[in-house]
Every structure is written in C-alpha cells, then in structure tokens.
C-alpha cells in the first residue's frame, strides 16, 4: 500500500503565505509524478501544480508566479509554497502520487492524501 500524509494547511490573510507538506511512503513502489489538486463545494476537483521524477514542474495559470512545486527524492516528500495568496485559493487541498510497483510488472496506483483546508480571508 502507498500511504500519504499531509502537513501545512491553515487560515491565513490574503497575501499571507502557507507551505503544505506530502510524505509518500511504501516498500517496493517508485513516485513518479507528484502533485496537488484542490477543490471547492461548487468546483470540480482541478490541478494546482504536478512536478516528475527528474524535477520539471506543471502550474495552473492562476497560481503560476505565486506557487512554487519542489520535492525531496531522498524522503519521498512533495512541498508546495503558496505566496501571495487570495480569497480565491480558499479550498481543500489535495497530494496526489503516481507509485508503480518495483515488482509486480504493469501495477501503479494514483494515490491521494485525506485532504488539507486551506482558507483566506480578507
């Protein structure tokens, strides 16, 4: 099993910032893409930011410039810095990790974490 703990949510002011945490962990199965979503009541689930094994980085346009995506391949952790930040970043967050397995042959797993609120007031 690949399991995923979060870290890093809270309320903040508009302009504040946060850093949100995701430790991967699980014997036998390499990460591969790791990433955030967030969602609204109202909103789909959508892409926040994704970042591959050999480092490039995918952003949503409206948090391109004020979020940075980085990872540590040595602890299997997956950060995200959120600058900047607005009401409209108010959401719960999402990690999200493509494993596949070192063993079984054509095996992986989309896995997500239980889920970090974010909210920003003004």
């Known amino acids: 099993q690949v399991q995923l703990v979060e870290s890093g949510g809270g309320l903040v002011q508009a302009g504040g910032s946060l850093r949100l945490s995701c430790a991967a962990s699980g014997s036998m199965w390499t990460f591969n893409t790791m990433g955030w979503y967030r969602q609204t009541p109202r909103k789909e689930r959508e892409l926040v930011a994704t970042?591959?094994?050999?480092?490039?980085?995918n952003y949503a346009d409206s948090v391109k410039g004020r979020f940075t995506i980085s990872r540590d391949n040595t602890k299997n952790t997956v950060h995200l810095q959120m600058n900047s930040l607005k009401p409209e970043d108010t959401a719960m967050y999402y990690c999200n990790v493509e494993a596949v397995s070192d063993q079984a042959v054509g095996v992986s797993v989309d896995a997500w974490g239980q889920g970090t609120q974010v909210t920003v007031s003004s």
């Open positions: 970042i591959t094994s050999d480092g490039d980085t």
